[in-house]
């Protein structure tokens, strides 16, 4: 048996309505859960890539990745394994304010976690980490003691160790 493991599948498409729905639907119908989703414009004008992080074998990325290519919005999709890309993800936390100054170890957790101060205001602040899931997980850990107010977290962000040849297939599409 195919050993699971997580995968990040890039996918290049314009920004067309419904195209999320319709891609979102693909995992859905082979109940493949997505850990994370992140859209966002890409290095080429007008087309964007979508994000997403999923933890499955091989064998159904493949076939994924073949059902997403059909979709008529998109450009071209791959899939990479964490070992092949350089990826991370970036977090908020909204923490009270008077525990900035009255507890000394927020500060030594802000300072060891290499995370940063964002806003303070009257009643609480804001901490920012960037880094890995686990990072992010860890300084969640070490802050919910003293109460995190808000928590979010955005999806991955990744770039592939390997050149995607995405640009010179666009580039054939503008020859004809």
Do not use: C
Not at 16 to 30: E, M
Not at 45 to 51: L, Q, T, W, Y
Not at 106 to 116: A, G, L, M, R, T
């Amino acid at each position: 048996m195919e050993e699971k493991r997580t995968f990040t599948i890039s996918i290049y498409s314009e920004n067309t309505v419904g195209l999320l729905n319709r891609v979102s639907g693909i995992f859905v119908k082979r109940h493949i859960g997505i850990d994370s989703l992140n859209v966002s414009e890409s290095e080429i004008e007008d087309v964007f890539r979508f994000v997403f992080v999923v933890h499955t074998t091989e064998k159904w990325v493949k076939r994924i990745v073949g059902q997403i290519e059909k979709q008529v919005d998109v450009i071209r999709a791959y899939y990479h394994t964490d070992e092949e890309t350089i990826f991370q993800e970036t977090a908020l936390f909204k923490i009270k304010s008077d525990l900035l100054f009255d507890e000394r170890q927020i500060q030594n957790i802000i300072k060891e976690s290499y995370s940063e101060i964002v806003t303070v205001a009257r009643d609480f602040f804001v901490i920012s980490k960037s880094g890995r899931r686990s990072e992010i997980e860890a300084l969640y850990d070490e802050l919910k003691p003293y109460g995190i107010m808000q928590f979010v977290r955005s999806g991955r962000v990744s770039v592939s160790k390997t050149e995607m040849p995405i640009t010179e297939l666009l580039k054939e599409f503008h020859l004809d």
